[in-house]
């Protein structure tokens, strides 16, 4: 019996017609499809609800004193909650979980991603698409406009916690999620 192959060809072209910066890379699925987040709260390891600075609680999320703006500035604040600061290069550094800021061609933050744990590439939540591990952040850069969109901009900021930060602002429910979608990827093999 011949082996399966994931991603399937369908979800591949789905994919790579929005992202074709993925189309030579070595990117796959890391999670079934949800619209339960999206990836400003995959970037704040938070897998119960969606980050957005506009929008109608429950449904939204924004964290508290922090301007409800879609502005990159009130990203790096909102961040900032959870314990991220700026900081200049996107390199893998021992002991720290870093996130990238997209923005679009008019400067409006328009995705974020977070390092792989091993600094091996990033993981990125697709709007309510799957979770995908890609190699580089250029995989996702692109135009935003005009219509379809055929990436997300460019990466304008990149913050970065202690891992002692992310385990005491709330990393753990993101990894316990992580858990279950490897049980999800052995099971898809």
């Given at each position: 019996?011949?082996?399966?192959?994931?991603?399937?060809?369908?979800?591949?072209?789905?994919?790579?017609?929005?992202?074709?910066?993925?189309?030579?890379?070595?990117?796959?699925?890391?999670s079934p499809r949800?619209?339960?987040?999206?990836?400003?709260?995959?970037?704040?390891?938070?897998?119960?609800?969606?980050?957005?600075?506009?929008?109608?609680?429950?449904?939204?999320?924004?964290?508290?004193?922090?301007?409800?703006?879609?502005?990159?500035?009130?990203?790096?604040?909102?961040?900032?909650?959870?314990?991220?600061?700026?900081?200049?290069?996107?390199?893998?550094?021992?002991?720290?979980?870093?996130?990238?800021?997209?923005?679009?061609?008019?400067?409006i933050p328009s995705?974020?991603?977070?390092?792989?744990?091993?600094?091996?590439?990033?993981?990125?939540?697709?709007?309510?698409?799957?979770?995908?591990?890609?190699?580089?952040?250029?995989?996702?850069?692109?135009?935003?406009?005009?219509?379809?969109?055929?990436?997300?901009?460019?990466?304008?900021?990149?913050?970065?916690?202690?891992?002692?930060?992310?385990?005491?602002?709330?990393?753990?429910?993101?990894?316990?999620?992580?858990?279950?979608?490897?049980?999800?990827?052995?099971?898809?093999?």
């Open positions: 019996m011949a082996a399966s192959r994931f991603p399937p060809a369908w979800l591949r072209a789905r994919i790579e017609q929005d992202y074709p910066n993925l189309k030579k890379s070595k990117w796959k699925p890391k949800t619209n339960r987040y999206q990836c400003i709260a995959w970037a704040a390891c938070d897998t119960r609800r969606r980050w957005w600075p506009v929008g109608d609680p429950p449904v939204t999320y924004w964290p508290p004193n922090v301007p409800a703006e879609e502005t990159v500035d009130c990203f790096i604040q909102a961040f900032a909650t959870i314990g991220f600061k700026p900081c200049e290069s996107d390199d893998y550094e021992l002991g720290f979980q870093k996130v990238a800021l997209f923005v679009d061609n008019d400067g995705h974020m991603v977070r390092q792989h744990l091993l600094g091996i590439g990033w993981l990125s939540k697709l709007g309510d698409w799957e979770d995908i591990y890609h190699p580089r952040l250029s995989n996702l850069e692109g135009r935003t406009h005009p219509e379809p969109t055929q990436g997300y901009g460019t990466v304008q900021q990149i913050l970065k916690r202690s891992w002692l930060s992310a385990m005491r602002n709330g990393a753990l429910r993101g990894w316990w999620a992580s858990l279950g979608f490897w049980l999800f990827r052995i099971s898809h093999r």
